[in-house]
């Protein structure tokens, strides 16, 4: 059994799965190692573009990654430096633009965009995207739509011909098999690789995820300071650490890193409803084969 589909072939790794960006816990650490494990690690561009440059002058040459850039913070300068230097350029939080694909395109970097609706989708097609990645409202982080994962992939399915990542909630290699079976060409897991030996999240981030079960998380908009109305979901302990600090508290978007010395649990800590696959504290290569292994053994019975 193969797992190898049009976004393999696109991105050139050998695993239809990518790891989500989540911010400075994306560290070019877990990209590499989940390269080199067969997905597509990717870097966020919510870094300033010196530190991005020389997150980048870490991978291999030759080892495909990519980076996300959320639309509303774009630095165009940064944008054009880093598309001639990865597989893909992915963009959040905007309406689809042509020109920012027309970019990247001119810089040799494929380019996709992730929505949250069919409509979106479809103006990810039309600008131009190599790849649209679907997000489902189930996803950690930052939620762009109302409707959960199988259904919009399957509006979205039905109305593209575009490659498409699925998110939010796949966190088990069941979850990816179920993901390629309702047609999409790959998925994009996040929650699990927080918790990857490699990831930059916190000691207490970590230990807080594999505590924690979909019963766990809540979507809400209390994170928002200097990107209001953007919904994002969290563990509701975080919500709850931070209304009990008060007046003390801060309510930004952004999550405790290792170095945090502050209250953690009163941070932004995002997940996904995939978080009860989260267990332990796995390299991201053992995540990766684990989720192929689970995913092809799931599909070899689907299809016996």
């Given at each position: 059994?193969?797992?190898?589909?049009?976004?393999?072939?696109?991105?050139?790794?050998?695993?239809?799965?990518?790891?989500?960006?989540?911010?400075?816990?994306?560290?070019p650490?877990?990209?590499?190692?989940?390269?080199?494990a067969?997905?597509?690690?990717?870097?966020?561009g919510?870094?300033?573009?010196?530190?991005?440059?020389?997150?980048?002058?870490?991978?291999?040459?030759?080892?495909?990654?990519?980076?996300?850039?959320?639309?509303?913070?774009?630095?165009?300068a940064?944008?054009?430096?880093?598309?001639?230097?990865?597989?893909?350029?992915?963009?959040?939080?905007?309406?689809?633009?042509?020109?920012l694909?027309?970019?990247?395109?001119?810089?040799?970097?494929?380019?996709?965009?992730?929505?949250?609706?069919?409509?979106?989708a479809?103006?990810?097609?039309?600008?131009?995207?190599d790849?649209?990645?679907?997000?489902?409202?189930?996803?950690?982080?930052?939620?762009?739509?109302?409707?959960?994962?199988?259904?919009?992939?399957?509006?979205?399915?039905?109305?593209?011909?575009?490659p498409?990542?699925?998110?939010?909630?796949?966190?088990?290699?069941?979850?990816?098999?179920?993901?390629?079976?309702?047609?999409?060409?790959?998925?994009?897991?996040?929650?699990?690789?927080?918790?990857?030996?490699?990831?930059?999240?916190?000691?207490?981030?970590?230990?807080?995820?594999?505590?924690?079960?979909?019963?766990?998380?809540?979507?809400?908009?209390?994170?928002?300071?200097?990107w209001?109305?953007?919904?994002?979901?969290?563990?509701?302990?975080?919500?709850?650490?931070?209304?009990?600090?008060?007046?003390?508290?801060?309510?930004?978007?952004?999550?405790?890193?290792?170095?945090?010395?502050?209250?953690?649990?009163a941070r932004?800590l995002?997940?996904g409803?995939?978080?009860?696959?989260?267990?332990?504290?796995?390299?991201?290569?053992?995540?990766?084969?684990?989720?192929?292994?689970?995913?092809?053994?799931?599909?070899?019975?689907?299809?016996?």
């Amino acid at each position: 059994m193969t797992l190898g589909t049009r976004f393999t072939s696109l991105v050139g790794c050998r695993h239809p799965i990518q790891q989500a960006p989540f911010g400075s816990s994306a560290t070019p650490e877990l990209a590499i190692a989940v390269s080199s494990a067969g997905g597509l690690g990717m870097l966020s561009g919510a870094v300033n573009g010196q530190a991005l440059a020389r997150q980048l002058d870490l991978v291999p040459e030759g080892l495909p990654v990519g980076v996300n850039f959320l639309v509303p913070f774009l630095d165009h300068a940064t944008l054009e430096s880093v598309a001639a230097r990865v597989a893909l350029v992915e963009f959040f939080w905007g309406t689809p633009s042509s020109a920012l694909v027309e970019s990247v395109h001119q810089a040799g970097a494929l380019a996709g965009w992730q929505v949250g609706s069919r409509a979106e989708a479809l103006e990810a097609c039309d600008a131009g995207c190599d790849l649209v990645a679907v997000q489902g409202v189930e996803a950690g982080g930052h939620v762009r739509g109302s409707v959960a994962l199988l259904p919009l992939l399957e509006e979205v399915r039905r109305a593209v011909s575009t490659p498409l990542i699925a998110g939010g909630g796949i966190g088990t290699g069941r979850a990816v098999a179920a993901a390629l079976v309702a047609g999409a060409d790959a998925v994009r897991v996040g929650t699990r690789f927080l918790a990857a030996v490699e990831s930059g999240a916190h000691p207490a981030y970590v230990d807080a995820l594999i505590a924690s079960g979909a019963e766990d998380t809540v979507l809400t908009t209390a994170f928002g300071a200097g990107w209001p109305d953007a919904p994002h979901r969290v563990l509701r302990s975080c919500v709850e650490a931070g209304e009990a600090l008060g007046d003390a508290q801060v309510w930004t978007p952004d999550w405790p890193g290792r170095e945090y010395e502050g209250p953690a649990a009163a941070r932004a800590l995002y997940a996904g409803e995939s978080v009860g696959a989260v267990r332990s504290r796995q390299t991201a290569g053992a995540i990766v084969e684990e989720l192929v292994a689970e995913a092809e053994r799931a599909l070899d019975v689907a299809s016996a």
